[in-house]
């Protein structure tokens, strides 16, 4: 018999925007998004499927935490 299903211990799912969706809300280009991941400067991401492959998706989360961690306050 199988045990039931803890909410409190289910995550809920990430929303996972495509290189382009991102660079739109980041308002850069997909391509400064594609030259900030291979400069390992950018935000973070997910690679899908086989290596050769693989799509490339940005957790929203972590897109709104790279965007929080570079807005500047004036004094």
Do not use: C, N
Request: net charge positive.
């Amino acid at each position: 018999m199988s045990r039931p299903k803890d909410s409190t211990t289910t995550a809920a799912p990430r929303r996972l925007l495509t290189r382009s969706e991102a660079a739109e809300l980041l308002a850069v280009s997909p391509g400064t998004l594609s030259r900030w991941a291979a400069e390992r400067i950018g935000p973070p991401f997910v690679k899908l499927g086989p290596s050769d492959k693989a799509s490339v998706r940005y957790p929203a989360d972590q897109l709104e935490e790279f965007i929080a961690a570079r807005t500047k306050h004036p004094k």
